[in-house]
């Protein structure tokens, strides 16, 4: 099976943009996960879709969304970019929730 | 709240030796998962072993292992033998059914030749 997918790999941004992040799962799972890493806060947790519903949520401002599609691949944005958003984002999937999740090669954010 | 601590932020280990990798936690479930992940440098995080909580034996994967103390609250990682390849990030992480993953801070390994 193909592992996750995360597009696209490397992003630059300015300050006040969005940016949009999408995460394949691997065939046949259906809970979705994001997490933002940085070398001062670690792997922080945002949120987690399971079946096209957002099921937990990280504590991160509104400016952080997401959502499943029916096919179980998902999106993450973020508006109105700062500068301490830049960042690696890593999205993992697994066959169910609590189950062991599978991590894609994450996205690298920097935002200028 | 749910909080999972390593306290070894770096350490190193001579390649063929053994390193243990401490990782304790804290929890009120009696049902849960564990699981040791690595991350080596510049590339994907991948799943190095998982213990069940019901389960006393410890999981063992070729030359990685855990001593699983439940009522401690500890879950330490094993590498025997270690390999320049093993030079990675590794976290600890907790789940619960129903709950997010909560992650370690992380233990940076360096193998030495």
């Known amino acids: 099976k193909a592992g996750v997918t995360q597009t696209p790999r490397y992003l630059i941004k300015t300050r006040g943009q969005q940016v949009t992040l999408s995460c394949s799962p691997i065939?046949?799972?259906?809970?979705v996960s994001w997490y933002q890493q940085t070398p001062g806060q670690g792997l922080q947790f945002l949120f987690e879709?399971?079946?096209?519903?957002?099921?937990n949520k990280g504590n991160f401002p509104g400016r952080f969304s997401g959502r499943q599609f029916s096919n179980s691949r998902s999106e993450m944005n973020v508006s109105t970019l700062e500068l301490g958003d830049s960042a690696l984002y890593l999205c993992?999937?697994?066959?169910?929730?609590?189950?062991?999740?599978?991590f894609g090669p994450g996205t690298r954010l920097l935002v200028l | 709240a749910q909080t999972v601590t390593q306290s070894q932020p770096e350490m190193s280990v001579q390649e063929a030796e053994t390193v243990t990798l401490s990782c304790t936690y804290d929890?009120?479930?009696?049902?849960?998962?564990l699981f040791w992940y690595k991350q080596p440098p510049s590339r994907q995080m991948i799943l190095v072993i998982r213990?069940?909580?019901?389960?006393?034996q410890n999981a063992t994967e070729n030359r990685f292992s855990v001593n699983f103390q439940k009522a401690a609250k500890s879950f330490s990682l094993k590498i025997s033998d270690s390999q320049l390849g093993d030079t990675a990030m590794y976290f600890c992480?907790?789940?619960?059914?129903?709950?997010?993953?909560?992650f370690g801070p992380g233990t940076r390994l360096s193998v030495l030749p």
């Open positions: 993992a999937s697994s066959f169910s929730r609590g189950e062991t999740q599978y």
């Open positions: 065939s046949g799972h259906r809970s």
């Open positions: 879709y399971f079946s096209e519903t957002q099921r």
């Open positions: 929890t009120s479930e009696s049902n849960y998962y």
């Open positions: 213990q069940e909580a019901y389960k006393q």
């Open positions: 992480a907790f789940i619960d059914y129903g709950q997010n993953f909560v």
